[in-house]
Nanobody, 126 residues
Framework: QVQLVESGGGLVQPGGSLRLSCAAS????????MAWFRQTPGKERDIVAA????????YYADSVKGRFTISKTNGNNTMYLQMNSLKPEDTAVYYC???????????????????WGQGTQVTVSS
């Protein structure tokens, strides 16, 4: 079992930056593929960024490419999402997710993940 806890959300003006963190407890982080998803009311939970267990393969949704950076530090069991040039349409609840027994790539479907954090609200507004 692994428990995931997100932090770092909040209110930011358009063009601003935030860094989300996802801290894991339980088993070692290094053997999990990870991802960030986001969800707004009445909509599906969508992939934002994903990273393979080794960190070598990374995916970004087109809407965040060039603005967001996903990374994970296996030593302290933490994953990050650096979000720059934020836009109002980035407003959502952001969730981190972990998948056990991954292959060498990343995973884009929320049903492929075994563990979820509780979510952290990001609001981009002036």
């Amino acid at each position: 079992q692994v428990q995931l806890v997100e932090s770092g959300g909040g209110l930011v003006q358009p063009g601003g930056s935030l860094r989300l963190s996802c801290a894991a407890s339980g088993r070692t982080f290094s053997s999990y593929a990870m991802a960030w998803f986001r969800q707004t009311p009445g909509k599906e939970r969508d992939i934002v960024a994903a990273i393979s267990w080794g960190g070598l393969n990374i995916y970004y949704a087109d809407s965040v490419k060039g603005r967001f950076t996903i990374s994970k530090t296996n030593g302290n069991n933490t994953m990050y999402l650096q979000m720059n040039s934020l836009k109002p349409e980035d407003t959502a609840v952001y969730y981190c997710a972990a998948r056990q027994y991954p292959g060498g790539s990343y995973y884009l479907n929320k049903d492929e993940y075994h563990y979820w954090g509780q979510g952290t609200q990001v609001t981009v507004s002036s």
